[in-house]
Every structure is written in C-alpha cells, then in structure tokens.
C-alpha cells in the first residue's frame, strides 16, 4: 500500500463494529461503510434473502443485506487463517491488509446486483438482459453482470478513494476479476475460490443464516472448525483453496448441510410453487411496465429503482384488480396465498444413471412429465415443477492461467485441467486428493443428480390428474416396457427370417448362374 499508510487507512475512530444475528461483533472499515451506505447497497435491505419463502417459513424476512455483511466477515476470517501459510505468510503487514481489503470487498459487494426476490426468474422466465460485461466486454444476462457494472460504473470512485489506482494494481478491476472467477495471478487464484467455490464464504454464511432465520437445524455446520480446515495448495502452477486431511469431518458436515438445506428448504413444494407464481407475475410485470419489454431494464438507474417493496405493491394492486388477466392471475395467488395442491410427488430425490432401479423410477418421472405437458399444454389449472440439482462434485474444470506476457501463448494450447472439487492435501506425503478418496459419504452420493418431480393442479382437476400420473407412473409405462421389449423380439424373429430368405435368394441364384454356364 503505497498511497496511504496502513495506519491511516485503519483509524480506530473510524472503524464501525456492526451487531450480526449470525456472527456477533463484525468490524467494518471505513471504505466498506461508505459502500455500505451507498443507495446501491442499502437497495439490499429490500432484497429478501429467500424470495418468498416467508410464506411458507414466516421467520425467513432476512435479506440480502444482512447476508452480504456476513459473507465480508467470514472472507477477512478466512483471510486471517490463511496469512498463516504461503503465499501469504510472507507478505508484508501492508501488502496482506491490502489482499485482505480485496477479498473481503468482493465478498460484501458479490451480490449487489441481485433482482427482485433475489434468484426469482433468473432460468425459467429469462426477465434478465443481455449486458455488455465491463470483464470480458461480451454479451452476458443474469444478475452477476449486473453487479459487476454497479461496481464499475456506481462505485469505483468511493473504492479508489481510499485505494487509489496505481501502475501496480487498480482495486476496482481486481475485485471485478475476483467476481468473474478470473483473476489473472495464478499466486492468488484462491482469492476466487473465496468467493465461489465448493467451500466459499457465500455458502458458509447462507447455510448459517438461512437455518437461523427458517428456524431449522438443516444448514448447521461448524464453521470454525472449517475455517480453521482450510489451506492453500499449488495445483499446475496456481494456488487453490483445500483443506487439511484433519478437516474432512468438518467439510462433510458443510457439504451434507447444504444437501439437507436443499432438499428441505430450498427445494420445499410450497416454496418451488410460490417462486413459480412469483417469476411468472415479474414476467407479465416487466411486460406491462418498466420498459414494457418483459425484462429487467438495461439501464442501472431504473434497475436499481426496483426492488421487493415495489413488486410487493405492484401483487397487492394487481390483485385487487380482480380481472381475469394472466397478471392479476399470479397476483391472486400471490397476495392471497391460493395455491395448487400437489398431486403427484415421487419419493426419488435423486437418481444415479448407472443404478437400475433409479434409473428405471427416472425414466417413469420423465414419462409422466411429457405426458402432462402434452395434455395440459398452456393449462393454469396444473403446474409440472422439476427441481434439479447436483449433489457434490467430484471433478470440475478450472483455468490454467498463462501470463498473457508469454511469447508461447496460444489460445489453441490446453486452457483446462481437471482438478479436485474438494482438495485434500495428505499429511503424510502433501499429495493434493479429492475428498472422495477419504470420504466414503461424500462418496456415496457425488454426481449424484437431485431430480425431484411434482406436479400440482387445482382442486377441480387434482383427483383426477392424480388417478392419470399413477397409471401413467405404474401401469401406462409398464405395459409400454413391456410393448416394447415385445416389439424388439418381433423385430429380431423378423429380422432372422428376413436373413434366411436373402440366403435362400442367394443361394437360388448361385444354382441358376452355375446352369447357365
């Protein structure tokens, strides 16, 4: 830190000490207060953490701001435990801080551009538009390039007014590396990794926090036995973020945590069916004002003007419109809790391809889903929800990052290599292995995909809809099986006695050529 002394830049009388629900006492510098106090954070207030999971969890009123402050603390407590080992160790006092003062910004600024009830309507609607990433300059949609333009275009100027930029670094275009997972020093490629990963600070501070607010025990883990698990590994040529082999209890307890907190919270009926109603009416929202384009608007001004109050009293308007409009539909369900009933819910959370039996209850699921959507096609009486999800990865892709400087740099040569989701570093022998190689319950169900089908009708249509989906489930698609395998056998009779009369034709016109000669 050439600009400003560290002893300036942390000035007691300065320095804020926030009150967290979740993580006590936090400690707020100045620069993060200011962007704290910013209108683009404060937005975050009026940001719920869950969308609308409150109505089914009264207790889940918690927003994005709350969770944006908590990611930041657990970032600078990561960092703390990391100055322990390399590359940090060496680092001098004001070289560290100012790494830490990164990572920890990108964390309290990583969800900044969130949308309306945060992920509502980020697949299925597709209400976001394409922007020009002030990263990569391409076109990009979803609430992450949002929130790297907010930081570019509404907060730079705050940032580099205590860090400002230099010849060396400019804080602005490191923290925007960061959130686009590619930070260009391979001596610090962990600092992504913090930020998202399998074991970032997002996850560490949502299961926490989510399960507080829920009043459920699912997302509790021991997140200082984690942070304490951590370490940084050299992997061709790039530090990633592992952890020690005496962390592995702590990590299946994270990993599982977020399993359960997904098939009990994030994936509840209830939640999936309110979500469905919430992106349709924001669809029909944006389409009837905003830009009337059914997509959140490009500009950041008037993107930044919408937020969950405003929706909220856009569903108590419509509603009490009272018409038979598709708006006023999902505002109806919405403001006065009416929903579908579930018809139709498997028992199957997720299935493993190569496993018979799961494979075969997945195989039915999809049959009863095409069939649904070709007899309800368009029809508000029924609902076809299919959550999906992986279970925890075992392998993943990562960027090998080659100095750009590089006269032997081509685009062409190998850019990707494997590398373990969750990397174990030995302490017998330092040797960097994924955690399944350690852990038979993480191995029990990595790769395992969640695919968890309802179907959901109006109670006019629910009796009925539900005699169909058990014998299209059971009985339709046996008999089809059955049908099937009948059919094949027929083929193969047909096709062998297809293959002895071309041998007999053959055969004739060999006795009938030998004649003629």
């Known amino acids: 830190m050439k600009n400003r002394g560290l002893n300036e830049m942390i000035d007691a009388d300065d320095t804020s000490v926030f009150r967290d629900p979740i993580h006590g006492l936090v400690l707020v510098y100045p620069w993060e207060r200011k962007l704290i106090d910013t209108e683009e954070f404060q937005r975050l207030r009026r940001i719920h953490q869950l969308s609308m999971t409150y109505l089914i969890y009264h207790g889940a009123e918690h927003t994005r701001f709350g969770h944006s402050i908590g990611v930041m603390h657990i970032a600078g407590r990561v960092m703390e435990h990391l100055r322990k080992f390399e590359p940090l160790k060496s680092l001098s006092e004001n070289i560290f801080f100012e790494k830490k003062a990164l990572v920890r910004m990108a964390a309290l600024l990583h969800d900044i551009g969130h949308g309306c009830f945060s992920h509502v309507g980020e697949n299925e609607t597709n209400i976001y538009p394409a922007l020009s990433d002030p990263v990569s300059g391409e076109m990009v949609s979803g609430h992450e390039v949002y929130t790297r333009c907010i930081i570019k275009e509404k907060l730079s100027k705050i940032i ?150 405003k929706i909220e009293r856009a569903i108590r308007d419509y509603a009490k419109r009272n018409d038979n409009s598709e708006i006023c539909y999902f505002a109806n369900r919405l403001y006065k809790r009416i929903h579908h009933k579930v018809v139709f819910d498997p028992p199957y959370v997720h299935y493993n391809g190569k496993d018979e039996e ?8 999809t049959y009863v889903n095409q069939n649904i959507r070709k007899e309800y096609a368009n029809s508000r009486n029924v609902y076809v929800d299919l959550a999906k999800g992986s279970t925890a990865k075992h392998i993943f892709d990562i960027k090998i990052y080659t100095e750009e400087s590089d006269p032997d740099y081509k685009t062409e040569l190998l850019l990707f290599k494997e590398m373990p989701a969750i990397p174990i570093i030995s302490k017998h022998d330092g040797s960097i292995k994924p955690i399944q190689d350690y852990s038979f319950t993480l191995r029990s169900i990595s790769d395992r995909k969640i695919s968890i089908l309802r179907v959901y009708a109006e109670e006019t249509e629910a009796n009925e809809l539900q005699k169909k989906c058990i014998n299209w489930f059971t009985v339709e698609y046996t008999t089809k099986i059955a049908q099937l395998e009948e059919a094949k056998e027929k083929k193969e009779k047909l096709k062998g006695e297809l293959d002895k009369t071309e041998e007999s034709i053959k055969k004739l016109q060999e006795d009938l050529n030998a004649s003629d000669s």
């Open 358 to 365: 799961q494979s075969d209850a997945y195989h039915r699921i």
């Open 160 to 309: 580099e007014e205590f860090w400002p930029k230099s010849a060396e670094r400019s804080m602005v275009e490191d923290i925007l590396m960061i959130l686009s997972q590619g930070s260009s020093d391979p001596t610090y490629r962990f600092f992504d990794d913090i930020i998202s990963g399998q074991l970032d600070c997002d996850k560490m501070d949502y299961l926490l926090r989510d399960s507080h607010y829920c009043g459920v025990e699912y997302g509790v883990f021991d997140l200082d036995k984690l942070i304490h698990s951590l370490r940084v590994a050299e992997f061709d040529g790039n530090h990633i973020l592992a952890v020690s082999q005496n962390g592995i209890q702590a990590v299946e307890e994270f990993v599982l945590a977020r399993y359960w907190m997904f098939i009990q919270v994030y994936f509840h009926k209830d939640r999936r069916l309110f979500d469905y109603y919430l992106s349709s009416f924001l669809k029909n929202y944006l389409q009837c004002a905003e830009g009337k384009t059914g997509k959140y608007p490009e500009d950041l001004d008037k993107y930044l003007e919408l937020d969950d109050a």
